[in-house]
Every structure is written in structure tokens, then in C-alpha cells.
């Protein structure tokens, strides 16, 4: 059966009117002005003849006039495809093209970018916030429902090969995906969640979403920044935040003997395996971090951690949000407890598909389960660990090596800030891992291999290590791999 | 889209194994024992070759072998009838021949009924709690998932004219219901759901459903009794409840100048227009009382006051949950702002409709809109007023009377503990409002009369007053005003 909800914003503004929405450094907006802003944005998008057949892209920063757009968008019913900042030109023009967006919404921050896409495609119109705001105002039929079966965002993912692929999220996606998470996490009158991701990926987007079913605050910012980030986690304010690897170590670090005020109930970390020595410094300084695990395809985390286990079962993911299912498969079948697999999930929150992409639909869908590409197993309770992305797994002399335990180690030694492992060619084992450091000291490489001694087999020891000022990542401050060698190679 | 979700008990026994789900005195059954209880009973039911296909009934006490019970026959998937315990043998006869149930799972303090159902229906296997513990255990295929499209229970509702009909509530409705309740009162690590309302009623069984779907334990009462009702409200083991009017009135009795423990947070009003004077007893005694509005068909409440406004929108029933929709109908077109008419809703906690009763679905549903028989309006901002049940309204020389405005007013009186209106037919009139009063004085008629002036319209003071010694209440203590007139014709 089709299930259709009360138009989202138009629902909330309706509930709770006066509840904040949105808070960015001293301004607030409440559901009701949130509403009418986005009302007043679709009318004046509609002058542009943008219906619900269209697509429309954005390429617009965090802040509280892309959240009015992004929630026009979705009252007009158009998909929108969500750039991210760091793509050169041409990446863009690609998933303009793939997606068929007929408006790129930009800021002039953007210009140089975007005029080089207008040289690209000239078909498509490019409009600024600031353009758009002065648009006439043509009359619109407000939506009472929205469909769950309904496309709501495209989002691109790439792969180690091939192009991008535009993940389709529909409404009913981001609700389940909300739903999951308030079942896990629970929601309480006084959350306030902070959103230091950015919102053109899912880690961001997801909390504004949230925002909206729950009738909860976000506070936006522009970036991440650990001096502003402490401060607000220490003023009583924020009850929840996202974060991954990098920023929570930033975090930590900018803390040093400092607590976090006590409403902080979660750090919710995403975005890939985190280093064991970071989780159990969350412990000791009492900072409630859990674990999450999850990707553009799923709408944000599918397994996370339950409170009653932060504290015991560091390391681990957790288990899959209420809606969800995970299995772990090798060679077809399923795994027994701790036994390493392709972690395969299924639930209403993951994408129904790629944008045209029969070929990878067809290999990553299966009965409804979706396979992720990543490698991990469950414990005996059914606890999902996360080894590695498949692809970054290393096979030295046919052994399997998982570069995330190799930087989880590097990572427990006091000079390193931060460690990425990857695999180079080599001529007797295939290939063999190296270590790509941040610290602020050279350590000697054999001191370094010395202290992996006895914490991990030798054929796991980086054969060669580089200091590097920083460490390649994406947007949402994930670890990038395949570009380390980059490092070196350039 | 066809949504499935994991089965609903197996994955929250998986996610919180030790969470406490029930406790009932002294006994406390995690999620892991309920689930491993009815998963036994779920074997030894199919030895009786019960399977998905049947419709199964049950009579039985409020009680956790209750609780295992309807959980097993939720893990066969068969659909369980709920017989009201206050029925005659005669009435419950018919809700299974109805329902075409293949067993009655009952008790021995049920032999009596159970004789007399035997006896006029020879088909129907009837097997007592105890006696099915006896039976052998036949291995099943436990269910990975739960179609939210499949029908979970059915409850029979009786209007006032023709034979009971069978609300069908699916897993789906019993989802989104809960979902719907814990966006508006958020979900906390600590909330323990007080159940002292019936479970073969929607108000009981929602309690079982959010349990599941929360990980939240439910704190079982065999009947409600104000003095060990009082007595866990004041222990702060406690954080919701669901009351009544009457028990909510009795609890206030109870309590005189006492308090409740702060950890309680909601007492969740259901079952009818409340009051006014018991809402602002509530509130001047700090009771977090939220008025709510809901029904069997619309599995339990869809529209419900937000905690932000339960101490300044008394009398309204509040705004519907996220999921849900309400209008106001009269005579087919949408009433505006405090203009009186029948409450429709929609939503996906709403109903599919009732069994075998084409007529009855043909009336009341019309494009996915539920008429739910009650008058009321809603205010500039969208609160809802329920007035009545449109089958309570008095028309009186043309006029509209709501009695529950004039039991409010009688209620007011210090000395009146109750108060029941009816229309009783008058040659002049058509209608006159008559009162049924439970107090422990008799006050004269004439006083009464005189009270009212001034509180009410000269047509609305009843023109008699009966004093009795209790009004006709149904199982939830929901007032049967249709049965008040037996009082006195008897």
C-alpha cells in the first residue's frame, strides 16, 4: 500500500509553530518562519517554470537560507541533486547532465565554478540565492501530502571505477532513516542537534529531516570548526552531534583536560571504522560517542550503537536501527558469528536504486538487500564490527589486510595525530601496506615498525612510511585511500 | 510500495535482549524471555494446526501470560480477536462467528462464559491458558519480517444501532499509531508505560505495540485501583499512563492534597471529552495531564495535546500526530475556524475498515478519510474541541446540546462525584436534557437547576436529576450514555 504523510514542513509549521528550527550563530528560525520562507522561495522558483516533473541542483553552503531552498525545493516535489563543494567543474557538469537538472541554485562564492559549468552546458539556466530572491511570486497550489514512494534528493557516490552514480533517496527514505534513528536514540524536548557536516551529504541533510519530524532544532554551521564546535558542546545548548573520525579527534584534542557539558547525550560517529585508542579516550573523559555505521545508500547510519552500550561494546557499530536488517555473506551464503563478509543490509530507509544504472542495480540489489561493498562480521550477540571498505582491503601474499587496524594502531602512539594505511605494488607479495603519517615529530621508520611489533602480525607492518602535513578526505572529513599514494606519486 | 519491517518482537529482543518489556508486581520478563515465551507458546499453538490463515480469539485478564500469548499469535501471523470480558455469552458468540475465529484462548475464570459460548456454537475449539501449556510443541519457521499491510488484530466497536462490526487494525496501523505518539512525546531511556486499561481494548494493546517498538518496559495492572495506581505514580518508577476521565477523577480523589513523583511526565487522557473542571485540578496540582483523541478505528489517539501546550490549551484534544490529518465536515463542505462539525481523519494509523461490512466501509470512508461519527471544531490555530458523539447530541426544539458541556458544569459542583446527560424524549421539545448524578447528598432538583443558571442556556439545565449510585461505563470506564435511561426505566 502506497503511504502518503502530511506535506513534512507544512505538518510541522502546523504542530509546533513556534518550536526553534534553526539556529545559526545569533539567528534563530522557528518551524512557522522556516515554512513561510520556503513558500515564499517555491513561488518565486515556480516563476522560473520549475515543476515536479524537474530536477534541480544545488550547490550552496550551510547556511540557514540553503536550508529555505533545499525545503522550497521539496514543496515544489522536484528531486534535488545535492553538489559537493570540492568537485571540479566538469565533475559537476557530469552529474548536471547524468541527473538532467534543468537549475543549478548556486551562491556567488561559486561563480567561478559555475561559469565554467555554463561553458560546459549551456543549456542549463544558473541562478543565485541572491538572484532567485528577487524573482516575482507566482501562485502555487500548496501540496497536502507527500508520497514515501516519492524521489526526494539524488546524492552522487563514487566508486574506486567508473562514474559517479546518483543514489536516489525518496521521501520515504529520509523518514525511515529519522524514524530508525528516534528508536535508537530516543527524543527528548530539550535536543538540540548540531550540524557541523555538511548538508550536501547525507551525515547533514539527514539531521535536517530529523529536525522536522521530530520538532527538533539544528544548529547549522558553515564548517566545521573544533574552537567554535567546543564551545557550543560545552555551553548547555547541544544534546547531540554528527561526527566522524577527524573531527571528533579534533574535538578531543581541543578539549584536552575540559569536559563536555553534561546534555551532550550522544556524539554520533559516522563515516567509517573509527581507531579504537580515539573510542576509548571518549570513554575515560566520559564524552558518550557512539558508533555508527552507514552510507549515502542507506540515508544515513543503519547500525548504531545502542545507549545502554556505548560504554561496553567499544568498537563495535552496534546493531541495525529497528527498521533495518544486516547479514554478513561470503561466497553466497551467510556467515556465522565472527566470521569476516560483505556486510549486506536491507530496510525502508536504503535507496531504492541508482539514476540509470541497470548494471550496478542489478549487482547491488538482491532480494531486497542491498550490498554495501564493505567487509565486516557480527559478534555472537549480533554486534556489527566494520573491518574496511572492500576495496581498500590489501591482499599481501594472500593474506587479508585491513587497513583500518593498522592505522588504529599507528593512532595509539602518542607523537601520531593522524594515520592512513594503503597498499603499493610490490614485486614478491602483490602488494604491501604503508603508512601515510601527521605528527609533529619525524619518528624513524623503524621506531615506528618496532612499536607495531607484537600488536599486530608482521606481514601487517607498514614496509614504508611518509610524513605528510595532512591526509586526503572527502568533504565529510572521511579518510580518502585510494588518493594517498597521490601523495607520493605527485 | 509494500513496507516490511523485521518481526516486530524477535528484532527487540535481538536489539535489547535485557531491557526489562513487562513488569506485573514483583515479576519483571525482559524482551528476551517474552520473546523466547512466545515463540514456546507460538509452537504449541501450531500443534493445534493453527497457521497464518485463521482468525484466533481471546478472553483474557490483564495479565504477562496474556502479553506471551498475544505476542505468539502475532509470531504465527494469525489475526487475534479481542473479546470485551463484560460481553454476554451471546455477544461474544456472535464477535466469533463474525470473525469466523477457529479457537477462544480464555481462562478458568472464564469457564462460565466459555460453557455457554460451547454451547451455542459447537465448531469452536476453546482452550484455556493452562491447558495449552500442556500441549506438545510442533517446530516452526520463525518469521523474518512482518507486512505492515497484514491484519494484526480486530476489535469490535458497537454503535448505537445494528450488530457490532470488527475493526481490522494492521500491524502497519499499530506502527504508525505508536510512531505518530512518540514524535509528539518524544521516547526516553527511562519511560515506564503504566497499563491499567484494558488489554482486549486499543487503549491496553497500543501500550504492548509501542513497548515493542520503544524497548520500553510496561508496567501491567491486572484492573485499574486508584490506591496501587497512586502508590507507583508517587514511586517514581512510572513515566506515562493512560487514563480516563473517571480514573483520572479518581486518582485526583485519591491523592487529595498529595503529589505525583516528578518522573512522571504524561498522564495520557483518552476515551472522551474531559471535563473542564478535572483539567484544571490537574494542572493546579502540577499533573502533566494531555488530553488526547482517539478511537478503536483509529488505533488508539491521532490527535493529542504537545507537552508545550497541556497547561495552557485546556479542553482542546491538541493537534493530530505527525502522521495524521483532521477536518471538520458539515454538510460536506470544511468547516472554518471554530465552526461545529463531524471530525473526519486520515492517516495511516487509520483502520482498512471493518469486517465484512461493505455498507458500514461504504459510509464511513470516503477518498481515505475516516468519519468518525464525533462533533467538534477546531480553533484558528488548529487545536481540536471534541463536543460529543454525534449520537449523544440532544436536538432540543432545534437546538444542538452536547451533554458533555452540562456535565462539565454539574461536575463543577463540590458536592457531585459524577455526572451522566441523556436526552429523554418531551412532547413539547422533541428532546430534554435529563442528569444522572453520583453523590453523597441528595441536593434538590431545584438547587441543582439553579446552580446551572447563569453556567448554562436556560434549554440545556435538565429539566430532571436522578441520583444513582454509579453510571454505566464501559470496560475503558468510557461513560455509556445510551445506557443511562435503563437506570430509571428499570
Redesign the interface.
Known amino acids: 500500500?502506497?503511504?502518503t504523510?502530511?506535506n513534512f514542513l507544512k505538518?510541522?509549521a502546523?504542530?509546533?509553530?513556534d518550536?526553534p528550527a534553526l539556529m545559526f550563530q545569533d539567528e534563530i528560525i522557528t518551524f512557522a518562519q522556516l515554512y513561510a520562507k520556503a513558500i515564499a522561495v517555491s513561488e518565486q522558483l515556480a516563476s522560473l517554470n520549475i515543476t515536479e516533473e524537474d530536477t534541480v541542483a544545488v550547490l550552496l553552503k550551510n547556511r540557514p537560507q540553503t536550508v529555505v531552498v533545499l525545503h522550497a525545493l521539496q514543496q515544489l516535489r522536484v528531486r534535488t541533486v545535492f553538489l559537493n563543494h570540492r568537485l571540479t567543474p566538469v565533475e559537476m557538469a557530469y552529474q548536471l547532465q547524468d541527473s538532467q537538472s534543468v537549475l543549478l541554485i548556486s551562491e556567488d562564492e561559486f561563480s567561478q565554478a559555475t561559469e565554467q559549468i555554463h561553458d560546459l552546458d549551456k543549456h542549463i539556466s544558473i541562478f543565485t540565492i541572491k538572484e532567485l530572491s528577487s524573482l516575482p511570486h507566482h501562485s502555487l497550489e500548496i501540496l497536502?501530502e507527500f508520497s514515501?514512494?516519492d524521489v526526494c534528493s539524488i546524492m552522487y557516490t563514487s566508486g574506486t571505477t567508473g562514474k559517479p552514480k546518483g543514489v536516489l533517496q525518496t521521501y520515504?527514505n529520509h523518514w525511515w532513516s529519522a524514524?530508525g534513528s528516534?528508536?535508537n536514540l530516543?527524543?527528548?524536548?530539550d535536543d538540540v542537534w548540531l550540524c557541523a557536516v555538511p548538508l550536501f551529504h547525507i551525515s547533514g541533510l539527514s539531521i535536517l529531516m530529523r529536525s522536522i519530524?521530530?520538532?527538533m532544532p539544528v544548529y547549522l554551521m558553515e564548517k566545521f570548526q573544533e574552537d567554535v564546535a567546543v564551545k557550543l558542546l560545552q555551553s548547555g545548548k547541544i544534546t547531540i552531534m554528527s561526527v566522524v573520525t577527524a573531527t571528533m579527534q579534533r574535538i578531543l584534542h581541543k578539549l584536552q583536560d575540559e569536559k563536555l557539558h553534561p546534555n551532550v547525550r550522544c556524539m554520533l560517529l559516522g563515516g567509517g571504522p573509527a581507531p579504537r585508542p580515539l573510542l576509548e579516550a571518549c570513554v575515560e573523559k566520559g564524552i558518550p560517542v557512539f558508533q555508527s555505521y552507514g552510507m549515502t545508500e542507506t540515508s544515513s547510519q543503519t547500525v548504531t550503537l545502542?545507549?545502554?552500550d556505548s560504554l561496553t561494546k567499544i568498537g563495535s557499530a552496534g546493531?541495525?536501527l529497528?527498521?533495518?536488517?544486516i547479514r554478513i555473506i561470503h561466497n553466497g551464503k551467510q556467515c556465522k558469528p565472527m566470521e569476516h563478509g560483505e556486510i549486506i543490509v536491507k530496510g525502508?530507509n536504503i535507496t531504492i536504486g541508482y539514476l540509470n544504472r541497470e548494471d550496478a542495480n542489478k549487482e547491488s540489489f538482491q532480494d531486497g538487500w542491498f550490498r554495501t561493498g564493505d567487509i565486516g562480521y557480527v559478534d555472537e550477540?549480533?554486534y556489527l564490527y566494520v573491518m574496511d571498505r572492500r576495496s581498500d582491503l590489501i591482499i599481501s601474499g594472500g593474506e587479508n589486510i585491513y587497513p583500518a587496524e593498522i592505522e588504529e594502531v599507528l593512532i595509539s602512539h602518542p607523537d601520531i595525530w593522524e594515520a592512513g594505511v594503503v597498499g603499493m605494488d610490490d614485486e614478491t607479495w602483490g602488494k604491501v601496506p604503508v603508512a601515510f603519517i601527521v605528527s609533529n615529530k619525524q619518528i624513524p621508520a623503524h621506531e615506528l615498525q618496532q612499536y607495531c611489533e607484537g600488536k599486530l602480525a608482521k606481514y601487517k607492518i607498514p614496509k614504508k612510511v611518509y610524513f605528510v602535513s595532512s591526509l586526503p578526505r572527502n568533504a565529510s572529513n572521511k579518510l580518502l585511500r585510494r588518493k594517498l599514494l597521490d601523495l607520493i606519486q605527485s
Chains 1, 2 share one sequence.
Do not use: V
Open positions: 500500500m502506497e503511504t504523510l502530511p505538518q510541522r502546523y504542530l509546533t509553530p518550536r497536502d514515501l514512494d520515504g524514524i528516534s528508536l530516543g527524543i527528548r524536548e519530524f521530530y520538532g545502542a545507549p545502554e546493531k541495525p529497528f527498521p533495518a536488517q525502508p550477540q549480533g
